[in-house]
């Protein structure tokens, strides 16, 4: 257990839904992250959160929606997704700091209809 | 454009033999990291080393670090079917990391057989 949890760990839905995933850290962490992965690329930092701000927004299509209620929770808002957004979503926190490790945690494998 | 970029994308080898996987990096940074991902699933933080290191060991790991050539090198030695994974570099940039900001590499998939 790295002390970040995520759900569901697996998703299915329709290109016309509307889904939510969820992230949980139990590490005491202010800064946050949702990154993609899919099949053949590398890791794509999706959107970072300190101290619950929003800090960054690597041009993500705005069908995908970030919410950090607390230092602890991070959601991501999902509606009328695309089969190419099909990929592994991943929660990750840190200590903002000299070292910045990242805990990440098992992730969301989405699959869109 | 990205930050990181490792080689070689896949690596086998047998148990027992040694691993090297290489990192190139194209701007200034603080630190550089190793994580490892076992399939499907989060990463792990393996091993940091800090841009005024040269090199770091831990347990079976052996990271290098040369900031002139801007590049890094993952050592496993004696490897096990267990340490098949997928290994991503990732760097931190500039004095106050950007905001936690961490660039990953694409990434070099490991098997060991046994």
Not at chain 2, 46 to 56: V, Y
Not at chain 2, 99 to 106: D, S, V, Y
């Amino acid at each position: 257990e790295t002390g970040v949890t995520q759900t569901p760990r697996h998703l299915v839905m329709g290109m016309t839904n509307k889904k939510s995933l969820k992230c949980e850290q139990h590490l005491g962490h202010n800064a946050m992250y949702w990154y993609k992965q899919s099949a053949k690329k590398p890791l794509e930092l999706m959107f970072v959160y300190n101290f619950k701000e929003q800090t960054e927004n690597n041009s993500v299509p705005s069908r995908f929606s970030p919410e950090c209620p607390n230092s602890s929770h991070l959601f991501l808002h999902l509606h009328t997704l695309q089969p190419e957004d099909s990929a592994l979503y991943l929660c990750a926190s840190s200590q903002v700091g000299a070292k910045n490790i990242q805990y990440f945690g098992a992730g969301t494998r989405l699959s869109v209809l | 454009s990205q930050q990181g970029e490792e080689d070689p994308q896949a690596l086998s080898i047998q148990e027992g033999e040694n691993a090297t996987m290489n990192c190139s990096y194209k701007t200034s940074i603080n630190n550089l990291q190793w994580y490892r991902q076992n399939s499907g699933r989060g990463l792990v933080h393996l091993i940091l080393i800090r841009s005024n290191e040269r090199e770091k060991h831990s347990g079976r790991l052996r990271v290098t670090l040369d900031t002139s050539k801007k590049s890094s090198s993952l050592l496993i030695t004696a490897s096990r079917a267990a340490d098949t994974a997928s290994y991503f570099c990732a760097t931190a940039a500039g004095i106050y990391n950007q905001g936690g900001k961490l660039i990953f590499g694409q990434g070099t998939e490991l098997s060991v057989k046994p």
